[in-house]
């Protein structure tokens, strides 16, 4: 018999500790021999498809998303559970867009996420990551919002 969960989650991760949170949400949510997807989108990291035809495209990209992958690596250790398969990977673009693509493209059955606290106004002016994805993804999301006064999920 098998635990009720998730059995693949996609946890996009910013680089900060604060979104590395939603590691731990994703482990509680997935199901036996579940599979994780940890992903970290850069906006500025020139994509293969862009690059001209004589180009080694794929040395290219690992090259210039080496650390993205380095830290990535790094993270895929605070998923502690052993049933579970954990993959990464680097994309470019916007956040949000590529979020969702990637929620598609694997097929994912969730997303989790960490909410950064920020003011309102900045929120209204630009919008947030997590808010975009909120409204326009097919899956669930599990927010995690770190705790201001001692670093837990609340």
């Known amino acids: 018999m098998s635990l009720p969960g998730f059995s ?37 990291l020139v994509s293969p498809h862009q690059l001209p035809d004589d180009c080694d495209k794929q040395a290219f990209w690992q090259e210039q998303a080496r650390p993205v992958l380095e830290y990535l690596e790094k993270v895929k250790a605070l998923v502690t559970r052993d049933d579970l398969k954990v993959e990464t990977m680097a994309a470019s673009g916007n956040p949000a867009e590529a979020i969702l693509d990637i929620a598609k493209k694997l097929a994912v059955e969730a997303i989790a996420m960490s909410s950064h606290s920020r003011s309102v106004l900045r929120q209204v002016l630009i919008g947030s990551t997590v808010q975009t994805v909120m409204s326009r993804a097919a899956v669930p999301l599990l927010i995690v919002h770190p705790s201001t006064e001692d670093g837990n999920i609340s």
């Open 8 to 44: 693949h989650i996609l946890v996009p991760l910013d680089g900060t500790p604060s979104s590395e949170l939603s590691l731990e949400a994703a482990a509680r949510a997935a199901s036996q021999n579940g599979k994780v997807t940890i992903v970290q989108i850069v906006e500025d």
